[in-house]
């Protein structure tokens, strides 16, 4: 699979003298365009004008390129424009020739995300962008999504026009959103937690945050419920968005719009389209943005998905894996918030972490967003589930969630392998919980494993030689809990924790011990 770490990186002079090379057509007119003033070449190359000024003073003292003053067509002006030498232009075709082959990451239209060549991503995009466009995009925003909106409508290729209504895709809205959520394994137990969600959206509240730990069954939970919701509503609306480590608010917002309809080729009367960057490095207006989006969908003359020849009574907007998005998207949900609050858009946001883009007024006084921290199955619901299954008689339900804390995935390896410690749980463990942890991090988790109650964090501290506050990380993870009496663990990581035993543990425990009452 392609990595997220492969975005190219363009030089700022092969950024100009790309540029240059594309607009060489208008080398020694007499009116030209703004793409060869210095806010134009700015714009096209994601740079800072200072920093364009700076790189034609040294493009032009190598003899690369050339200043003249120009009228620009729509500027009763003259400015400074620039234009490539004969050497610049040997310089450029040497340059492309290897800007051609940098690998850039694309979301094709399979759905997949592909690594290819820089000049092949345009023909896969089946858009109008330049070589140079390809680069700046990728290089700012990781993944070029088929479709994307500000790329305008498709580049067909010796295809028939669709017909008026149909289902044109516009945003790559089928590889970045589903319309209904993933098939996933059967729920067990979690009766509660699906009333809560009932509740939830009963209740109206813009926005319902599920978090829990990874694999503790959070998709599985939402999908099963969604599900259940969209057969009881099929009027419903939902974009189910399952965001990915390369993803960025822009993805979402696209998507959000080409979900209500809003696309190049259909009716726009609020100019939502006109607030997404369409020049590399640009920022989303998150506030024209929002204003936008929220008349819209409050004109109910607006509410009419072409696509599907429906009105929008309700929307319901599934961000799953929302830690992956990070505190770039704080603006963009702060905004979604803020329009949920408003219209009928509702909003329930999956993630490992709590989120901070709201304050905690919004919970417990504003009463706009509920919380939802999934734990382990209870040892009731355990029991029901190894019911079902044949396992060894001696693994009764109360061993298994004082081993796994009642983590859905232990279980269900004991199904497939009958081990309630099969060594793809504490890999699973390792790999996807512990390994990402900063070491500190994970010596504080350690060092509290080898207690039998909760410990003060002065005193956990204190062991483990840090200062400050409890991380955030770990809290915000539901990793370690801050109790009445003091910090604790999750018991599942307090159970693969204690397997370090030998010297590691004695060295733990006496570190803790160490530090007094």
Same mark, same amino acid.
């Given at each position: 699979?392609?990595?997220?770490?492969?975005?190219?990186?363009?030089?700022v002079s092969d950024r100009i003298m790309l540029h240059?090379?594309?607009?060489?057509?208008?080398?020694?007119?007499?009116?030209?365009?703004?793409?060869?003033?210095?806010?134009?070449?700015? /714009? %096209?190359?994601?740079?800072?004008?200072?920093?364009?000024?700076?790189?034609?003073?040294?493009?032009?003292?190598?003899?690369?390129?050339?200043?003249?003053?120009?009228?620009?067509?729509?500027?009763?002006?003259?400015?400074?424009?620039?234009?490539?030498?004969?050497?610049?232009?040997?310089?450029?075709?040497?340059?492309? %020739?290897?800007?051609?082959?940098?690998?850039?990451?694309?979301?094709?239209?399979?759905?997949?995300?592909?690594?290819?060549?820089?000049?092949?991503?345009?023909?896969?995009?089946?858009?109008?962008?330049?070589?140079?466009?390809?680069?700046?995009?990728?290089?700012?925003?990781?993944?070029?999504?088929?479709?994307?909106?500000?790329? #305008?409508?498709?580049?067909?290729?010796?295809?028939?026009?669709?017909?008026?209504?149909?289902?044109?895709?516009?945003?790559?809205?089928? %590889?970045?959103?589903?319309?209904?959520?993933?098939?996933?394994?059967?729920?067990?137990?979690?009766?509660?937690?699906?009333?809560?969600?009932?509740?939830?959206?009963?209740?109206?509240?813009?926005?319902?945050?599920?978090?829990?730990?990874?694999?503790?069954?959070? @998709?599985?939970?939402?999908?099963?419920?969604?599900? /259940?919701?969209?057969?009881?509503?099929?009027?419903?609306?939902?974009?189910?968005?399952?965001?990915?480590?390369?993803?960025?608010?822009?993805?979402?917002?696209?998507?959000?719009?080409?979900?209500?309809?809003?696309?190049?080729?259909?009716?726009?009367p609020y100019d939502i389209l006109a607030t997404l960057?369409?020049?590399?490095?640009?920022?989303?207006?998150?506030?024209?943005?929002?204003?936008?989006?929220?008349?819209?969908?409050?004109?109910?003359?607006?509410?009419?998905?072409?696509?599907?020849?429906?009105?929008?009574?309700?929307?319901?907007?599934?961000?799953?894996?929302?830690?992956?998005?990070?505190?770039?998207?704080?603006?963009?949900?702060?905004?979604?918030?803020?329009?949920?609050?408003?219209?009928?858009?509702?909003?329930?946001?999956?993630?490992?972490?709590?989120?901070?883009?709201?304050?905690?007024?919004?919970?417990?006084?504003?009463?706009?967003?509920?919380?939802?921290?999934?734990?382990?199955?209870?040892?009731?619901?355990? /029991?029901?589930?190894?019911?079902?299954?044949?396992?060894?008689?001696?693994?009764?339900?109360?061993?298994?969630?004082?081993? @796994? #804390?009642?983590?859905?995935?232990?279980?269900?390896?004991?199904?497939?392998?009958?081990?309630?410690?099969?060594?793809?749980?504490?890999?699973?463990?390792?790999?996807?919980?512990?390994?990402?942890?900063?070491?500190?991090?994970?010596?504080?988790?350690?060092?509290?494993?080898?207690?039998?109650?909760?410990?003060?964090?002065?005193?956990?501290?204190?062991?483990?030689?840090?200062?400050?506050?409890?991380?955030?990380?770990?809290?915000?993870?539901?990793?370690?809990?801050?109790?009445?009496?003091?910090?604790?663990?999750?018991?599942?990581?307090?159970?693969?924790?204690?397997?370090?035993?030998?010297?590691?543990?004695?060295?733990?425990? #006496?570190?803790?011990? %160490?530090?007094?009452?």
């Open positions: 699979m392609a990595r997220n770490d492969s975005r190219p990186n363009v030089p240059l090379w594309e607009q060489d057509f208008q080398a020694d007119h007499y009116i030209v365009t703004s793409d060869v003033t210095r806010s134009g070449i700015a /714009e %096209s190359c994601a740079l800072h004008p200072p920093n364009v000024s700076r790189a034609m003073r040294q493009l032009t003292s190598q003899g690369y390129i050339s200043q003249h003053s120009r009228t620009v067509r729509g500027d009763n002006r003259r400015q400074k424009t620039w234009q490539l030498t004969e050497e610049g232009r040997e310089l450029a075709r040497e340059r492309i %020739s290897e800007l051609r082959t940098l690998m850039v990451l694309i979301r094709s239209n399979e759905g997949n995300v592909l690594e290819i060549r820089a000049d092949e991503a345009a023909n896969k995009l089946r858009a109008g962008l330049s070589l140079l466009q390809i680069l700046m995009h990728a290089q700012h925003e990781g993944v070029l999504n088929f479709g994307d909106i500000r790329f #305008g409508a498709l580049v067909r290729k010796n295809e028939n026009k669709p017909s008026p209504g149909s289902s044109s895709i516009l945003t790559g809205a089928h %590889s970045t959103y589903h319309t209904r959520p993933p098939k996933t394994r059967t729920v067990h137990g979690r009766k509660d937690e699906m009333g809560a969600l009932d509740v939830w959206f009963n209740s109206g509240k813009p926005l319902l945050v599920l978090s829990g730990i990874a694999g503790c069954g959070k @998709t599985t939970l939402a999908s099963h419920w969604i599900s /259940e919701m969209m057969d009881a509503n099929p009027e419903l609306k939902t974009m189910y968005y399952p965001c990915q480590p390369w993803d960025s608010p822009l993805g979402i917002a696209t998507s959000l719009l080409h979900r209500i309809g809003i696309t190049e080729e259909s009716e726009d960057p369409y020049k590399p490095a640009a920022r989303l207006e998150i506030d024209s943005f929002r204003r936008r989006l929220t008349a819209h969908l409050i004109d109910e003359k607006s509410l009419i998905n072409p696509s599907e020849g429906s009105k929008i009574d309700e929307a319901l907007v599934v961000l799953d894996d929302v830690h992956n998005i990070g505190t770039s998207g704080d603006h963009l949900f702060g905004a979604l918030l803020q329009t949920a609050e408003k219209t009928k858009l509702r909003l329930l946001m999956i993630s490992r972490t709590s989120l901070a883009f709201y304050d905690r007024r919004y919970v417990h006084t504003l009463d706009k967003v509920s919380e939802m921290a999934l734990s382990g199955l209870s040892p009731e619901e355990i /029991e029901a589930w190894i019911e079902m299954i044949e396992i060894p008689e001696n693994a009764p339900a109360s061993e298994i969630h004082r081993v @796994t #804390g009642g983590h859905p995935l232990a279980v269900e390896l004991l199904e497939m392998y009958g081990k309630t410690l099969h060594e793809d749980w504490l890999r699973f463990l390792d790999e996807e919980i512990l390994n990402v942890l900063p070491e500190s991090h994970r010596e504080i988790l350690s060092i509290l494993a080898t207690s039998e109650r909760p410990v003060p964090w002065e005193k956990l501290a204190m062991a483990a030689g840090v200062d400050g506050i409890p991380p955030e990380q770990l809290i915000e993870r539901g990793l370690m809990l801050e109790l009445e009496d003091g910090m604790w663990l999750h018991e599942a990581l307090r159970f693969r924790l204690l397997r370090d035993v030998g010297k590691p543990f004695e060295e733990r425990l #006496g570190k803790l011990n %160490s530090t007094g009452t």
